[in-house]
């Protein structure tokens, strides 16, 4: 049975930091490109990052140079670590992973990503 989880989720003051992970099994994740998608309340699911089978990081604007994507691969485990997070980051934040074969090209596309998680909720609020 192939499936995604994420952890890692809180309530964070503003400015404050989490670490979430993604872990697969029944697969293994470094044949995938892994993206992290964030649906606030009310919303839909948008793009947050997405990490290539090489390890090159892609990021959407609202979260460069906050938040990092990294992949272990022995642990079979994709990370975002997200710094000086804001009210805005707030969300269900998801992994998935890409089966269109076309990496992290599109990254913020939903339907590009053929596995899910049940999602990890982040609350940034003072």
């Known amino acids: 049975q192939l499936q995604l989880e994420e952890s890692g989720g809180g309530l964070v003051q503003p400015g404050g930091s989490l670490r979430l992970s993604c872990v697969a099994s029944?697969?293994?994740?470094?044949?995938?490109?892994i993206g992290w998608f964030r649906q606030a309340p009310g919303k839909g699911r948008g793009g947050v990052s997405c990490?290539?089978?090489?390890?090159?990081?892609n990021y959407f604007d609202s979260v460069k140079g906050r938040f990092t994507i990294a992949r272990d691969n022995a642990k079979n485990i994709v990370s975002l670590q997200m710094n000086s997070l804001k009210p805005e980051d707030t969300g269900v934040y998801y992994c998935?992973?890409?089966?269109?074969?076309?990496?992290?090209?599109?990254?913020?596309?939903?339907?590009?990503?053929?596995?899910w998680g049940q999602g990890t909720q982040v609350t940034v609020s003072s």
């Open positions: 029944g697969f293994t994740l470094s044949s995938y490109a």
């Open positions: 998935a992973a890409e089966t269109r074969g076309k990496g992290c090209r599109t990254f913020w596309v939903p339907d590009e990503y053929g596995y």
């Open positions: 990490i290539d089978t090489n390890g090159g990081g």
